[in-house]
Antibody, heavy 120, light 107 residues
């Protein structure tokens, strides 16, 4: 059974840093791109970053480029998101999601989300 | 950036009725569009991928159609568990983008 599970969300002050993690199981991790998608309270979905399965190519939304860094450890089946220079508008539930199909498809498996609150 | 515009914002229907949701892209995404369902407090669930293919385990009452810039999600007969928010998403071009969502509520 495919499972993805996020952790690391908490309250952080503006300008602070936070590292989110996602643990995956039930599939061959290196065969799939993995991504982060966020949802601000009461708002819609926003894609923020993806990383390829094996060669480490990364992609970012303009809203987080230069502040967030996505990475993965294929030996541990984990995905991370390092978030720096956090702003109030980064407050959201952060979802880890697998890109299905051939590894670059749509988001076919999602975690339950982890809440990041940026506030003083 | 490809902008996806969903309409209507809210759809008020009764169980058993047919729901028709629209997603329009600001430029062609070919058939590289998906639909997701999200219920309160839950993660989104993939319903339809590549415009018209049902994801694993999705009931046949859900169907998708369209290509290019105009797409439709149809729920043929609403069940109580179908009242939720629905999002479209394209993977044709970076950045990946989502529509703003359509809320299907009980009339």
């Amino acid at each position: 059974e495919v499972q993805v599970l996020e952790s690391g969300g908490r309250l952080v002050q503006p300008g602070g840093s936070l590292r989110l993690s996602c643990s995956a199981s039930g599939f061959t991790f290196t065969n799939y791109a993995m991504c982060w998608v966020r949802q601000a309270p009461g708002k819609g979905l926003e894609w923020i970053s993806c990383i390829s399965g094996s060669d480490g190519r990364t992609y970012y939304a303009d809203s987080v480029k230069g502040r967030f860094t996505i990475s993965r450890d294929n030996s541990k089946n984990t995905l991370d998101l390092q978030m720096n220079s956090l702003r109030a508008e980064d407050t959201a539930v952060y979802y880890c999601a697998r890109r299905g199909g051939n590894g670059w498809g749509f988001f076919d498996y999602w975690g339950q989300g982890t809440l990041v609150t940026v506030s003083s | 950036e490809i902008v996806l515009t969903q309409s209507p914002a809210t759809l008020s229907l009764s169980p058993g009725e047919r729901a028709t949701l629209s997603c329009r892209a600001s430029q062609s995404v070919s058939s590289l569009l998906a639909w997701y369902q999200q219920k309160p407090g839950q993660a989104p669930r993939l319903l339809i991928y590549d415009a018209s293919n049902r994801a694993t385990g999705i009931p046949a009452r859900f169907s998708g159609s369209g290509s290019g810039t105009d797409f439709t999600l149809t729920i043929s007969s609403l069940e109580p568990e179908d009242f939720a928010i629905y999002y479209c998403q394209q993977r044709s071009t970076w950045p990946l983008t989502f529509g703003g969502g359509t809320k299907v509520e009980i009339k």
